[in-house]
């Protein structure tokens, strides 16, 4: 085995395309607020869990944020995310591939664990697959603070610079650095060349490139 012995994924926008549905019902929440946001508010606080993604939009708007508001848009998030959630083609298939070469995995998520467990449970995903999932409420300080893929590397038994982060965001890369793991971006939710010029270790347009990347970083950090 190469120098990678677990793999920590990021949920959103890395195994299920579910960026378009959270933004969908942050928008509706925050009218009961008077806040008329536009879908590009959100995307500078993606990644960063639903406290910064909701407040840090409501901010803009110069209304003080409120725990309120993140639960009204998990209410809305919970009616329309079986209908509207999509998985990667890819997804299962990566994760059965990764585990049947004897690679840790681990779910490791900055949004809430009641969204997590939504967007598993409508993408049906097999939580089985994960050594050990987490979520937001398991850190203090969410991405890009390297906390959640510390205590995931920690959860499944591997040193840091034997984990590689999957991320589709620049605060879950710059968790990842800060935690001193490689990570591979993939280019759902920003483009190649802000990753490149974010220091990306590795970069491919989906999941199912993550296999190559894990074998990428291997021969060129063994």
């Given at each position: ?10 949920m ?21 607020w ?22 840090g ?28 959630i ?115 270790d ?10 190559k ?10």
């Amino acid at each position: 085995m190469g120098r990678i012995s677990a793999v920590l994924f990021d949920m959103d926008g890395v195994l299920v395309d579910s960026e378009p549905v959270i933004t969908e019902a942050a928008l509706r929440a925050l009218k009961e607020w008077g806040i008329n946001a536009k879908p590009s508010d959100f995307r500078e606080f993606t990644g960063m869990g639903e406290d910064r993604f909701v407040g840090g939009v409501s901010e803009k708007y110069n209304v003080s944020y409120t725990l309120d508001m993140k639960q009204k848009a998990y209410e809305i998030y919970l009616t329309i995310v079986e209908d509207k959630i999509v998985i990667y083609p890819d997804t299962v298939a990566v994760l059965k591939e990764l585990r049947d070469i004897d690679l840790k995995l681990a779910l490791a998520s900055a949004a809430d664990m009641i969204k997590v467990d939504a967007n598993l449970r409508a993408a049906r995903i097999d939580r089985g697959m994960f050594g050990t999932i987490l979520s937001g409420n398991d850190v203090v300080n969410k991405k890009p603070a390297p906390d959640v893929y510390k205590l995931a590397a920690k959860k499944v038994g591997c040193a840091p610079e034997n984990c590689v982060v999957v991320e589709d965001a620049i605060s879950g890369l710059a968790a990842a650095h800060a935690a001193g793991m490689l990570c591979i971006c993939v280019t759902t939710s920003f483009t190649e060349e802000k990753f490149r010029e974010k220091g990306a270790d590795y970069i491919c347009t989906d999941i199912g490139g993550v296999p190559k990347g894990i074998e990428f970083l291997n021969a060129r950090y063994n």
